[in-house]
């Protein structure tokens, strides 16, 4: 529980948190849980989801930026 705790944590300070978990008992029992209950409030993901999103997010971002830089030289 420590873990799953430690891990919503730096969801909310990062706007994302990375976990692995292991197919031990214990890990099952807090997963089932905890993830109902955090799944009200989280969205959650597979790392190849994440970083597609992160990379349209950046290429969104760099389109608004080139857009800045365009208007700033009319």
Same mark, same amino acid.
């Given at each position: *529980? &420590?873990? &799953?705790?430690?891990? @919503?944590?730096?969801? %909310?300070e990062n706007g994302y948190a990375i976990a692995i978990g292991h197919p031990h008992q214990n890990t @099952? %029992?807090?997963? *089932?849980?905890?993830?109902?209950? *955090?799944?009200?409030?989280?969205? &959650?993901?597979?790392?190849? !989801?994440? @970083?597609?999103? !992160?990379? !349209?997010?950046?290429?969104?971002? +760099?389109?608004?930026? +080139?857009?800045? !830089?365009? %208007? +700033?030289?009319?």
């Amino acid at each position: *529980a &420590f873990q &799953f705790k430690r891990w @919503i944590k730096k969801g %909310d300070e990062n706007g994302y948190a990375i976990a692995i978990g292991h197919p031990h008992q214990n890990t @099952i %029992d807090v997963l *089932a849980k905890e993830l109902p209950l *955090a799944a009200e409030k989280y969205r &959650f993901s597979t790392l190849s !989801q994440l @970083i597609e999103t !992160q990379q !349209q997010e950046k290429k969104s971002w +760099s389109t608004y930026l +080139s857009h800045l !830089q365009l %208007d +700033s030289k009319n």
